[in-house]
């Protein structure tokens, strides 16, 4: 046997461990990431599929990819962006600030890039995770999913797709390769990607049809740049762009007094998408196919204010009924009519209520998440954060964690606050295991759907993807986020099945000093928003 050998064996049987490995380098594993940097804790790892940190910021690059809540509030609370170029961030500035929190943070050193997680399991015998990544194999007493629900494209099971002759692809796959002008163009969906990418291509093709299964409730866009004297004054008086966050933040809270407690509320709001797709749309015929027969809020209420402009251009068809087959240069539609095109562009979203990193986890019986998830009646997790049946995991943007109205950050960051709280809790107790009871995390479910009952999202009218099979709504917050914040700034030991670590361990870290490994309180929360 070689030496090389000998060390690639002793390699397999004693793969690096660490004290938490972190899924991803979106905005949930970066500020994971700093969160456990500012307590101390540099026994980490985060892996990543890519060659650069970004998640859907990353991927996401398709012509016009903007964010829809507003800049100020669409980063971290304790990294607060003055230089922001307009109200609502592009795509670039938004993937340029996480690579730079990344690295002012000293994040970069502890990504394993190209590692795409191909299983994680837990192993009871020696209480960690053993994750087996394309890169390698490393184990953890901790694993963190910051795996977020925009990351998977969802494609529509077409007959026929596989046979067409021309190019493929979806919004979150853009093939920046392929030069659309002069090309006959199907767009099949209007969600929240195809409306900022189809004002952006409709003046170069040649023919457009979109295909329409449900108009969404569009919404103007108050999108403006931000000038040079401003950025001035948010880099100089930092507290400015603070009380401009604060003031962004409670105005989008009050979304969910029409969301969640007097559906009638959102008139107001329909009246105002009504008015901008009289503005935008000439034709009567295009403005009835374009209005919806569900309650607004019930789908994610879009902004724009060049997307009915763009449907009601010469050389744009919307096409409302049903698809039934994809042949080589055309799409067919269910009353018979073919449609030559010879670019498909897919705007179809992505698998949220079935979450692609449920299907590579596995608890120490080999039982995967998914399979779990599906045995009961939809997702569920204590505090949307932990799961029964699988010790030390965490999984930021869990089940009933989304929003519909304000800032995903703001969720995240309450998670992150959680995750700290439960580690600090372990270290502090000498706990070398903790897992959420299945009484609790059931009791905390049948409260978020009770909770749910009566809001827009199940109420309304829509099949949306907020939605599982079973019609509940797995994937948002029922109600004001701060009330999520609250039932989440301090871990509940109560609700929890904790094993403490064997007697020298334990002894050995009670008296280990808090910097060094630790989870010290400073720095575990949030942030204060």
């Not at 002793?10 to 004290?19: G, K, L, V």
């Not at 170029?85 to 990504?111: G, M, T």
């Not at 209005?291 to 763009?310: E, Q």
Request: proline share 7%; net charge positive; glycine share 10%.
């Amino acid at each position: 046997m070689t030496d090389d050998q000998d060390v690639t064996e002793a390699s397999e049987a004693a793969p690096p461990h660490y004290r938490v490995a972190v899924i991803g380098t979106g905005f949930a594993g970066i500020g994971m990431a700093v969160r456990l940097k500012q307590a101390g804790l540099d026994d980490i790892v985060l892996l990543e599929r890519a060659g650069d940190v970004g998640g859907t910021w990353r991927d996401n690059d398709y012509p016009g990819a903007a964010c829809d809540v507003p800049s100020h509030l669409y980063s971290f609370s304790f990294a607060p962006n003055p230089d922001w170029s307009r109200s609502f961030s592009p795509q670039p500035e938004i993937w340029d600030y996480l690579r730079r929190v990344a690295k002012d943070y000293d994040v970069v050193r502890h990504i394993r890039f190209g590692h795409d997680v191909e299983e994680a399991r837990w192993e009871p015998g020696h209480g960690r995770w053993r994750v087996r990544t394309s890169g390698g194999t490393v184990t953890a007493q901790f694993l963190v999913s910051g795996c977020g629900p925009l990351a998977d494209p969802a494609y529509p099971a077409i007959p026929g797709l596989d046979t067409f002759r021309g190019s493929v692809f979806h919004s979150a796959t853009w093939d920046h390769g392929r030069d659309l002008a002069g090309r006959r163009v199907a767009v099949v969906g209007t969600g929240a990607s195809a409306i900022q990418f189809i004002p952006e291509i409709q003046p170069a093709v040649s023919g457009m049809r979109v295909f329409q299964r449900t108009p969404p409730w569009v919404i103007p866009r108050h999108d403006r740049d931000i000038t040079a004297v401003e950025r001035r004054l948010y880099n100089a008086v930092p507290l400015l762009q603070r009380l401009a966050r604060t003031c962004i933040y409670w105005g989008r809270e009050t979304y969910v007094l029409g969301f969640a407690k007097n559906l009638r509320l959102l008139g107001i709001v329909e009246k105002l998408a009504l008015a901008n797709l009289r503005r935008g749309v000439t034709d009567p015929d295009l403005r009835r196919k374009l209005v919806p027969d569900y309650t607004i809020g019930c789908k994610r209420i879009l902004m724009s204010n060049d997307y009915y402009p763009a449907l009601d251009a010469p050389n744009v068809d919307v096409v409302t009924e049903p698809i039934a087959a994809i042949e080589p240069d055309a799409v067919v539609t269910r009353d018979g009519a073919r449609h030559e095109v010879d670019t498909l562009i897919f705007g179809t979203g992505f698998q949220v209520t079935d979450s692609p990193i449920s299907h590579r986890i596995r608890d120490a019986e080999g039982v995967l998440l998914a399979d779990r998830w599906r045995r009961g009646t939809d997702m569920q997790a204590h505090r949307g954060t932990t799961v029964a049946g699988y010790p030390n995991l965490f999984v930021l943007a869990g089940p009933n964690t989304g929003l519909g109205h304000t800032s995903q950050l703001f969720m995240l960051e309450a998670q992150i606050g959680y995750t700290m709280a439960a580690l600090r809790y372990a270290h502090d107790h000498g706990v070398e295991r903790l897992e959420p009871r299945a009484d609790a995390q059931e009791a905390y479910t049948r409260w978020v759907q009770d909770k749910m009952r009566g809001t827009v999202w199940v109420a309304g009218g829509c099949d949306s993807w907020y939605l599982n099979d079973q019609g509940r709504n797995t994937t948002l917050w029922p109600g004001f986020t701060w009330d999520y914040r609250l039932r989440t700034s301090r871990f509940d030991p109560a609700g929890y099945r904790l094993r403490p670590a064997p007697g020298p361990a334990r002894t050995r870290r009670r008296a280990r000093s808090r910097p060094g490994g630790a989870v010290r309180r400073r720095g575990a929360g949030s942030g204060r928003q």
